[in-house]
C-alpha cells in the first residue's frame, strides 16, 4: 500500500494499493466516529464493488443506506443533485452521518457536491473506482454538477476525509475506461513527469500503485499550494480548455480523458505553430498519446471557431480574457493569458486549420 498525503488545511491521506479497502477505510471510520453513511454508488461501481464495500462497513459496525447513479456524465446533473439530497433527507442522514463515494469522476464529483452541501456541509469519503478518479478527480476537493451551459458550473471546493483507491476495483473496467484514465496519466507526464508518458500506453503500468501514487503525489503539490485554483493550481488545467469545449460540443457523450487527450495535442501544436514551445514537443505528445490509443487533433473535427466558442462557458475566462496552460517542453508548462476574440485563430494553429 501507497500513502499520499494532501498537506492542506484540513489535511487528508490517499491510500492506493491492491485490497487496501479494508485496512484504510475501517481506521478512519473508527476516527471520525461514523456510526451511518450514505453510500452513492455508480450503477457499475455498485454492481461489482458494493459487496466489498459493504462487508467493510459492517464490520466497522457502520450502517449504510445506498443511491444509484445511472452510468454517465448526465447523471452529474442539478436534477439528480437534487434527488440525492432529497434521498439523504429522507434516510434521516445527520450532520455527524458520512457520505461514500464509490464510483468514478462522476460519482466523486456529485457526492461530494451534495456533502458540501447537505446540511451545510458533511463529512465524506471518496472511493474512486475508475483509472480517471484514481489518478485525478477524487484528489483537490473540487466538486461540481453541470450545466446546460459548460461543465461543473455549479460547485464548490470540499475536501474528502480519506481518498481509498482499491486497485482490485479497477480490474472491473473495460479498455475504454482504462484509455480515459490515461488521458489524465499523459497530463501528468507532460506538466511535470516524462515518463508518465510512456506509462499510459499500457494497461499494466496505468493501474499500478506507483502510477497513481505518482500521479496523486504531482497534484497534491499543486492542490497544497493553491486550493482554490487562483494561482498554479491552474497548471492542472493542461489541455482542458479544449478539452472542455469539445466535451461540450459532442453532448458529453466524449470520456473525459479521451478529451483531454485530444486537448494536450491541440494546446501543443498550437504552442508549437506559435514558437511558445520545443520544436518537435507536438510529435513527442502525439505519439504518446497514439501510444495510449487517444485522440490526437487530427483525429477530430471539432473546428477552432465551436471550439473556442464553446469555451466561453469555460471557468477559466476572465472578462475578455482567458488563461491557457501552454507547454514549452516534457516536463514544463507556463501561463499564458490571451483575449477571447484571439482564441479561435490560436486554437485553429492546433487544430490543423492554420
Ligand atoms: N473533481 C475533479 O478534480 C475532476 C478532475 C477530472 C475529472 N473530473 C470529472 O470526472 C468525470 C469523469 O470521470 P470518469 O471518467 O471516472 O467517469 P464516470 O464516473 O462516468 O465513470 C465512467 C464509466 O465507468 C463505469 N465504472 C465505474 N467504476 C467501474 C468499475 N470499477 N468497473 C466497471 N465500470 C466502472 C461507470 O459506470 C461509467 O460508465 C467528469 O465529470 C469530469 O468532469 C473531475
Known amino acids: 500500500m501507497q500513502k499520499v498525503t494532501v498537506k492542506i488545511n484540513k489535511g487528508y491521506d490517499f491510500f492506493v494499493g491492491e485490497d487496501v479497502l479494508g485496512g484504510a477505510l475501517e481506521p478512519v471510520l473508527f476516527e471520525i466516529k461514523a456510526r451511518r453513511c450514505a453510500v452513492i454508488a455508480d450503477a457499475a461501481a455498485e454492481k461489482y464493488h458494493l459487496d466489498a464495500l459493504s462487508a467493510v462497513l459492517s464490520h466497522a459496525g457502520c450502517e449504510y443506506v445506498c443511491y444509484t447513479l445511472a452510468p454517465g456524465e448526465r447523471s452529474k446533473s442539478l436534477s439528480e443533485y437534487g434527488e440525492i439530497l432529497t434521498f439523504l433527507a429522507d434516510n434521516e442522514i445527520c450532520r455527524n452521518d458520512v457520505i461514500i463515494a464509490l464510483g468514478g469522476g ?4 456529485i457526492s461530494g ?5 447537505y446540511m451545510r456541509g458533511i463529512r465524506y469519503i471518496n472511493i474512486p473506482t475508475t483509472l480517471l478518479a484514481a489518478v485525478d478527480s477524487s484528489v483537490g476537493g473540487k466538486c461540481a454538477v453541470d450545466l446546460p451551459e459548460g461543465k461543473n ?18 480490474k472491473t473496467l473495460d479498455e475504454a475506461e482504462i484509455r ?11 506538466l ?8 499510459a500506453a499500457s494497461r499494466e503500468s496505468c493501474v499500478s500503485e506507483d502510477i497513481i501514487s505518482q500521479c496523486v503525489s504531482i497534484k497534491a503539490d499543486y492542490v497544497r499550494e493553491d486550493e482554490t485554483d487562483f494561482g498554479v493550481r491552474r497548471f492542472l488545467n493542461l ?15 466524449l470520456p473525459h480523458g479521451e478529451a483531454v487527450a485530444y486537448g494536450l495535442s491541440v494546446i501543443t501544436h498550437a504552442a508549437e505553430k506559435n514558437n511558445m514551445c520545443e520544436s518537435g514537443l507536438s510529435d513527442i505528445v502525439d505519439a504518446s498519446i497514439k501510444a495510449a490509443g487517444l485522440p490526437c487533433a487530427a483525429s477530430m473535427n471539432y473546428s477552432s471557431a465551436d ?36 482564441l479561435a485563430e490560436f486554437l485553429a494553429c492546433g487544430t490543423g486549420e492554420k
Open 106 to 109: 462522476v460519482a466523486g464529483d
Open 113 to 117: 457536491f451534495c456533502a458540501a452541501t
Open 153 to 170: 458550473l455549479a460547485g464548490a471546493f470540499w475536501q474528502p476525509e480519506a481518498v481509498i483507491c482499491d486497485t482490485r476495483f479497477l
Open 180 to 190: 480515459s484514465g490515461a488521458g489524465e496519466i499523459l497530463k501528468y507526464g507532460l
Open 192 to 199: 511535470a513527469d516524462g515518463r508518465l508518458l510512456s506509462a
Open 239 to 253: 489541455g482542458h480548455t479544449a478539452a472542455h469545449a469539445a466535451e461540450l460540443l459532442s453532448g458529453y457523450t
Open 307 to 342: 471550439l473556442a466558442s464553446a469555451a466561453m462557458g469555460d471557468k477559466k475566462r476572465s472578462g475578455n480574457k482567458i488563461t491557457l496552460v501552454i507547454p514549452r517542453s516534457v516536463g514544463k508548462c507556463f501561463l499564458h493569458t490571451m483575449k477571447t476574440d484571439e
